[in-house]
Nanobody
Framework: HVQLVESGGGSVQTGGSLTLSCVVS????????MAWFRQPPGQDREGVGA???????FYADSVKGRFTISQDNARESVDLQMNSLKPEDSAMYYC?????????????????WGQGTQVTVS
């Protein structure tokens, strides 16, 4: 059974840090392009960062230099380290798996999704 379960969200002050974790089951995450997306209230879902099977990483311009995506093969997880958080980073954060051979932050490529974890920065 393929499943993605996010955790690590919460409330933090501006400038603080959080680490989100996405534990996967039913498949090996390192064989897929995995990504984090976010969706602020009333807005569209947007890509934050992606990591390919070769560990190549891509980031949205808004988070470059502040966020880092990584894979932990032992835990079968995809983590998102978020530093220097800003109020505009507040959103529901989702982990997702791509069905495309290319690892890009294209929403339509991602067909398996977790339930999300809320991040609030104030």
């Amino acid at each position: 059974h393929v499943q993605l379960v996010e955790s690590g969200g919460g409330s933090v002050q501006t400038g603080g840090s959080l680490t989100l974790s996405c534990v996967v089951s039913g498949f090996t995450s390192s064989r897929y392009c995995m990504a984090w997306f976010r969706q602020p209230p009333g807005q569209d879902r947007e890509g934050v960062g992606a990591i390919g099977g070769d560990h190549t990483q891509f980031y949205a311009d808004s988070v470059k230099g502040r966020f880092t995506i990584s894979q932990d093969n032992a835990r079968e997880s995809v983590d998102l380290q978020m530093n220097s958080l800003k109020p505009e980073d507040s959103a529901m954060y989702y982990c997702a798996r791509s069905s495309s051979r290319y690892c890009l932050l294209k929403l339509r490529d991602f067909t398996i999704w977790g339930q999300g974890t809320q991040v609030t920065v104030s």
